[in-house]
């Protein structure tokens, strides 16, 4: 009889302990993509360098449709590849949500942003507030990653694709080698020009 009521007291030690963590935790919302739109919010500002304009008018930005375009439709019709635009193995370098498969989205995030923001800096719903941006420590602790050759070898390949086919780490289309010091120079898009 003891027995039993000591193991109905631990019971209750353990829920009355498991109701006060998750009653004084703060809320773990999960990490989402917010697309690029969110970041243009503040990113669109001249003051800031405007990085919003820069990016639109590299090609990151129509990465997508370029899935829709008629080089796309003939080398997947001619190797059994389905529609490109609906296809992940072409989706997983052409748009941000299939470079970050397991991450979900939120409700303004656009597929036809192409290769966004956060293709290269990372999920943002976490690091996003600006007081958590000016802070270079606390934009890498919540996520943020600040961008350097490696981030662009995920799509990238050092190599041309001589062959030209298909590949987990090569485009079909990729022409030419890549230099990450003169590609980057291309796109490069800092706070103070
Ligand atoms: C509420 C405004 C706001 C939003 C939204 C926002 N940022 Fe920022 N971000 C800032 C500010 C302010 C800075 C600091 C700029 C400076 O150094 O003057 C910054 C800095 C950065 C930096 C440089 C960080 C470093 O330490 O080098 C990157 C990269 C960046 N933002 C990317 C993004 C991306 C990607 C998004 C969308 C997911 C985003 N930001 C959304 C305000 C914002
Ligand atoms: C998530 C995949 C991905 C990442 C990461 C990525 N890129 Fe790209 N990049 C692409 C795709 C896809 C294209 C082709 C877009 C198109 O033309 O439709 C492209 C095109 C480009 C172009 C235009 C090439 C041309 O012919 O004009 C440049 C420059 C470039 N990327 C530089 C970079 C740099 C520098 C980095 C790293 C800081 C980087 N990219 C990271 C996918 C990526
Ligand atoms: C490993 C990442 C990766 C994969 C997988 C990938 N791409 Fe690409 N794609 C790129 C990059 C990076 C570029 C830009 C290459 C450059 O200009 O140097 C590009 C460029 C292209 C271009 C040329 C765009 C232009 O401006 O002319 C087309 C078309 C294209 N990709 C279609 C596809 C199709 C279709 C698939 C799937 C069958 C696919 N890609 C798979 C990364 C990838
Ligand atoms: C193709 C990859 C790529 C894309 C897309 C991209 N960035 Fe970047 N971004 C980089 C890299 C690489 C750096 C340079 C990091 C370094 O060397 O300090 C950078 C730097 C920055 C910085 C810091 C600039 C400075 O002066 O310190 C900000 C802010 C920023 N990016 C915001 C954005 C925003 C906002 C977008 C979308 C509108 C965006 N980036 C899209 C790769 C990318």
């Known amino acids: 009889m003891k027995?039993?009521?000591?193991?109905?007291?631990a019971l209750f030690i353990g829920a009355l302990l498991l109701f006060l963590k998750n009653a004084l935790e703060p809320k773990?919302?999960?990490l989402y993509i917010t697309g690029t739109v969110k970041c243009g919010e503040c990113h669109g500002l001249k003051v800031n360098g405007n990085q919003l304009d820069k990016?639109?008018?590299?090609?990151?930005?129509?990465?997508?449709?370029?899935?829709?375009?008629?080089?796309?439709?003939?080398?997947?019709?001619?190797?059994?590849?389905?529609?490109?635009?609906?296809?992940?193995?072409?989706?997983?370098?052409?748009?941000?949500?299939?470079s970050q498969k397991d991450t979900p989205v939120g409700e303004?995030?656009?597929i036809n942003e192409g290769i966004g923001c956060e293709g290269c800096h990372g999920a943002g719903s976490k690091y996003s507030p600006a007081h958590i941006m000016k802070n270079e420590a606390s934009f890498l602790q919540y996520g943020g990653i600040k961008g350097d050759e490696k981030t662009c070898l995920k799509?990238?390949?050092?190599k041309a694709n001589k062959d030209k086919?298909?590949?987990d780490d090569h485009c079909p289309f990729q022409e030419e080698?890549?230099?990450?010091?003169?590609?980057?120079?291309?796109i490069k898009h800092p706070v103070k020009p």
Do not use: M, V
């Not at 027995?3 to 007291?9: K, W």
């Not at 799509?155 to 050092?158: E, F, L, M, Q, R």
């Open 3 to 9: 027995y039993i009521s000591y193991l109905i007291f």
């Open 155 to 158: 799509c990238h390949n050092p």
């Open 28 to 30: 773990q919302e999960p």
């Open 55 to 98: 990016w639109k008018a590299d090609k990151h930005s129509t990465a997508f449709k370029t899935l829709s375009g008629s080089r796309a439709k003939e080398f997947a019709a001619a190797n059994g590849l389905g529609d490109p635009a609906q296809n992940e193995k072409c989706l997983k370098c052409h748009t941000t949500q299939f």
């Open 177 to 186: 080698d890549f230099n990450y010091n003169i590609e980057f120079e291309k």
């Open 165 to 167: 086919k298909l590949a």
């Open 108 to 110: 303004f995030y656009d």
